[in-house]
């Protein structure tokens, strides 16, 4: 009896582990290509994770989008991009609020069970980073066009 466990035992392990194609069992199906986008109301970002399966590894990138903190109201005026931007998907007034609507129709799910990331929808997220990156590009030009403009004037010569 004990020299068919033995025998069993090394069969099982040798014969048919080598069978085993490893790169079916590294990931899940549904995760070969997936993207979220997650809000983290504390820190007052919006993040985008790109998981992808390459060889049977999974490859995780993301990037980071801070909501910019306004001062003047530009960002929220009624013609500016990002309002289009939220008028278009939500009835909200600021980001905060447009994504916090945007939480509750995703029932509150986590991406990671450790961290205070939401998900959100996907469009709606997307769109709104294209917005917000535009803005501060727009920021950082009328910061330059202000110290350029600001650099002129008489020079004197004593």
Do not use: W
């Not at 809000?39 to 998981?51: L, M, P, R, T, V």
């Not at 939220?86 to 069970?113: C, G, H, P, W």
Request: glycine share 4%.
């Amino acid at each position: 009896m004990r020299y068919i466990t033995i025998f069993l035992s090394l069969f099982l392990l040798y014969g048919c582990a080598t069978k085993v194609d490893t790169n079916t069992l590294a990931i899940p199906k549904n995760l070969i290509q997936k993207e979220y986008y997650t809000y983290d109301g504390h820190e007052g970002k919006i993040s985008a994770y790109f998981f992808s399966n390459k060889q049977g590894v999974l490859h995780v990138s993301s990037y980071i989008t801070y909501i910019p903190f306004d001062i003047d109201d530009t960002l929220y005026s009624p013609f500016s991009s990002v309002k289009l931007t939220l008028d278009r998907y939500s009835k909200a007034d600021t980001i905060e609020e447009a994504m916090e609507e945007s939480v509750q129709k995703n029932a509150q799910r986590k991406l990671f069970l450790n961290k205070s990331e939401y998900i959100v929808d996907r469009d709606f997220a997307f769109d709104l980073i294209r917005e917000i990156q535009n803005y501060n590009k727009k920021q950082e030009r009328d910061d330059r066009n202000k110290d350029d403009s600001g650099a002129g004037g008489m020079i004197i010569i004593p």
